[in-house]
């Protein structure tokens, strides 16, 4: 079982920066892949970046060019940079993750409790 745990969200000025983790806890062999999803109010949840094992990223195009995702290997931890924050990112921002939990390819695939982030002046 792995435990992923949100943290850093609060209250941002437009234009201004944040950073959220997501920490990965528990039976785990190696990372395949992590995400930071979004949901904002009567709004379906949305991916907004994406991180894979070999470091590869994928952006939503309301994000590209202001927010940067990222990894610390040794701590299973993911990080998504938020600079210059709009309005519309305000949304609670969950972590999805996948990992292999043994060497014989067993996976476990799962999502964080979610952190607020409001973008407001």
């Known amino acids: 079982q792995v435990q992923l745990v949100e943290s850093g969200g609060g209250l941002v000025q437009p234009g201004g920066s944040l950073r959220l983790s997501c920490a990965a806890s528990?039976?785990?062999?190696?990372?395949?892949?992590m995400e930071w999803y979004r949901q904002a109010p009567e709004k379906q949840r949305e991916m907004v970046a994406a991180?894979?094992?070999?470091?590869?990223?994928n952006y939503a195009d309301s994000v590209k060019g202001r927010f940067t995702i990222s990894r610390d290997n040794a701590k299973n931890t993911v990080y998504l940079q938020m600079n210059s924050p709009k309005p519309e990112d305000t949304a609670v921002y969950y972590c999805?993750?996948?990992?292999?939990?043994?060497?014989?390819?067993?996976?476990?695939?799962?999502w964080g409790q979610g952190t607020q982030v409001t973008v407001s002046s």
């Open positions: 528990g039976s785990i062999f190696s990372m395949n892949y």
């Open positions: 999805n993750g996948e990992f292999r939990t043994d060497e014989y390819g067993s996976t476990w695939n799962g």
């Open positions: 991180i894979t094992s070999d470091g590869s990223t």
